[in-house]
């Protein structure tokens, strides 16, 4: 019998006895291997938590108590046990669940996370607000999965261990640095420190030692640094001592025998308190385990071999971006590469393989990454920092103040521009043009094609000053490739298609379904003109003007917000050269955040394809015809002589 399909909500697993725990987590690592190998998702994470996660709700009164999953990738078995088994199988897929924690798909669900490093924050403000409003619950928070590495936790941390409130954090360790820690000796000793006689003795010493005349906070600070050593000498916990957490661990965390009772034990301590847990990514699946990188995030999968379930057709944009990085560094020791934890997912391990002195992981840091380039750059290096477009928002004072402001060569390559399919909300690319182009001194380009890509990356990397280049997630095009990048005129579009009627000025990987947009208004006699942009700043304004002036409607398409956007930038240049007799529609992303699914289905709905640009052309111009009609008709009306206008 199922143990997993009786689990309804967190109560009907506190109905189980921890005997049963074991069998449940298989069925729990079934399920989530199941459906995350036909839809893909964050495999090895998941896989790695399972244990720790049945403790948690098995010890803890959610949703009264509160858990906050940092990054929140890591969740799977918390929605499994918290209602939503039997809607599993739709993770990730439009109108189905969130590969993340949600709120507004479960009371369960704390805190909105899909980037790392803010558990800590949010979950010490749920533990401000719990102690505003007289209330008492438990909050505890995962961090896992690298989140240490971000600067974000460590304010956190910082913060919250100098209150002295009732907090937990427990840390998610699965790259099993320490594994030697971990065992019966350790799980021993953390039962002990974490047991309430330790605790009630630790407090009556410290008590007894501080009413010592003149010498005994002296002493008692003695007394704690001799437990800090001794404890040092086993455990690794002397940084969160050193924030003001009591530390415990590390214990395994795929043994209820150890987990248990010192989870239950570090649930009834005072003050803030971290947990030091050491898991395996992967756990259950030897293919996770033995390529955990490749197994965070992936696409569906054959279980048995662990292959990808579908062959690309085409090189992504990712890989042809980096081959034409790679090129370029030949021609110029000066180029180095970073990034924030992103190493295989924005392509630079091919980078890495060529240039392995050229390189910078920093962890997940993107501010550290912004300012660190542009230190090297202050300096005469020519730094590289590839990020996807949803991480870049996290460093965008650094782009400003940093970066901007001192006219550093720094090239930002900008992956994951625009949809970016099941990742959904938190992962779109739907803001990088707009807080880029209003940056002074920010080169802004986005490439039709993979061709188009190796040349802007042989221009940004060349430039002067700060530049990006962002490029979509997905397979290229397929196009023909010149053999060599070439630097293109910063600032100048092309002229794709001549018009008379209407301009589609389109930007990045919308420029080809304008073209085929354009091509369908052709067979039906409207001539529709079609500009690639190429850049949104510097915006080729005399290009677009020249074309506007041929056309009585023009359109700007792009793959993000309309806002402030790339169509935003076309019109305030309509508007600085005082054209106000044209009708312009701006294609892109509405003002609410874009919900998951695969991208071609949110390229249609949100009007992107091919069929969708004609669709708006075509009523734009048809609008436009109408009105014009309609005032040569009133023009024709009003030219009558009197007698004849009242029927006489």
């Known amino acids: 019998m199922s143990l997993l399909k009786n689990i309804h909500s967190p109560a009907d697993l506190k109905r189980l006895s921890p005997e049963q725990f074991p069998e449940l987590c298989q069925e729990i690592r079934e399920q989530i291997l199941t459906v995350v190998s036909n839809v893909g998702g ?37 929605k499994l046990l918290t209602g939503r088994r039997e809607q599993f199988h739709t993770l990730r897929q439009y109108g189905g669940l969130s590969g993340f924690c949600k709120r507004e798909e479960s009371v369960y669900d704390t805190f909105n996370a899909g980037h790392a490093g803010t558990g800590v924050s949010a979950a010490f403000g749920m ?3 719990r102690e505003q409003r007289n209330e008492k619950h438990k909050v505890v928070c995962v961090v896992g999965d690298g989140a240490m590495t971000a600067g974000m936790t460590l304010e956190g941390l910082h913060h919250a261990g100098g209150t002295n409130k009732d907090f937990i954090v427990v840390l998610n360790d699965n790259q099993m640095s320490i594994s030697k820690n971990v065992g019966a000796i350790s799980a021993y000793l953390n039962r002990t420190f974490t047991g309430e006689f330790y605790a009630r003795m630790r407090e009556e010493t410290g008590q007894l030692l501080r009413k010592i005349p003149h010498i005994g906070l002296e002493v008692q600070k003695i007394a704690r640094r001799a437990e800090e050593l001794a404890k040092g000498a086993i455990l690794p916990g002397l940084l969160f001592e050193e924030l003001g ?99 295989e997912g ?17 962890g997940i840091a993107e501010q550290h990454a912004v300012t660190f380039a542009a230190g ?3 300096q005469g290096m020519k730094p590289v920092v590839a990020l996807y477009s949803t ?28 949809l970016v399919a099941e990742d959904g909300t938190t992962h779109h690319g739907a803001f990088d043009f707009a807080f880029l182009r209003h940056v002074p001194n920010m080169v802004v380009a986005a490439p039709k094609d993979e061709n188009e890509l190796q040349h802007m990356m042989k221009t940004c990397v060349t430039h002067d000053g700060p530049a990006s280049v962002r490029y979509a997630r997905g397979v290229s095009l397929g196009v023909p490739m010149d053999p060599e990048p070439t630097a293109l005129p910063i600032g100048k579009g092309e002229l794709l298609r001549e018009g008379t009627d209407v301009a589609i000025v389109a930007i990045g990987v919308t420029v080809w379904p304008a073209m085929k947009a354009a091509e369908r208004l052709a067979q039906e006699g409207i ?47 309509l508007s600085e050269e005082g054209i106000t007799n044209l009708r312009t529609k701006m294609i892109g992303l509405p003002d609410w955040y874009i919900e998951q699914g695969p991208q071609d289905l949110l390229r ?19 609008a436009s015809v109408a009105t014009d009609d309609a005032a040569r008709l009133a023009s024709l009306v009003g030219s009558l002589p009197h007698g004849d206008e009242q029927g006489s």
């Open 127 to 129: 533990v401000e607000a």
């Open 527 to 573: 001539s529709a003109a079609v500009v690639n942009a190429r850049f949104v700043k510097p915006l080729d304004t005399e290009l677009i003007i020249k074309t506007a002036k041929n056309v009585r409607c023009l359109v700007t398409v792009e793959e993000g917000c309309k806002m402030g956007g790339f169509g935003s930038a076309v019109l305030e240049a």
């Open 346 to 362: 924005t392509g630079l391990n091919a980078f890495e393989k060529v240039f392995p002195d050229r390189i910078y992981d920093v």
């Open 391 to 418: 991480f870049l928002q996290r460093a965008y004072d650094q782009v400003v103040h940093d970066v901007a402001t001192q006219n550093l060569p720094v090239t930002f390559c900008i992956d994951r521009g625009g």
């Open 245 to 343: 957490f009591q530390y415990a661990g590390p214990i395994d965390g795929h043994n209820f025998e150890h987990l248990l009772p010192t989870l239950e034990n570090v649930l009834k301590m005072k003050g803030p308190v971290l947990l030091h847990v050491i898991t395996k990514k992967g756990l259950g699946y030897q293919a996770a385990m033995d390529n955990p990188v490749w197994f965070h995030a992936c696409p569906p999968f054959v279980r048995e071999t662990g292959v990808p379930a579908k062959k690309a057709s085409r090189p992504s944009y990712t890989s042809m971006a980096i081959d034409a990085l790679i090129k370029v560094a030949h021609q110029d020791k000066r180029i180095v590469a970073v990034t924030a934890a992103m190493c």
């Open 604 to 622: 249609e709905r949100y009007g992107l394809t091919a069929d969708g640009i004609y669709n708006s052309v075509k009523a734009l111009f048809g």
């Open 376 to 378: 090297m750059a202050a």
């Open 42 to 78: 964050h495999l090895a994470s998941n896989l790695g938590v399972v244990e720790l996660t049945v403790a948690l709700q098995y010890l803890l009164d959610t949703p009264k108590d509160k858990i906050v999953w940092d990054t929140s990738n890591q969740a799977y078995t918390h």
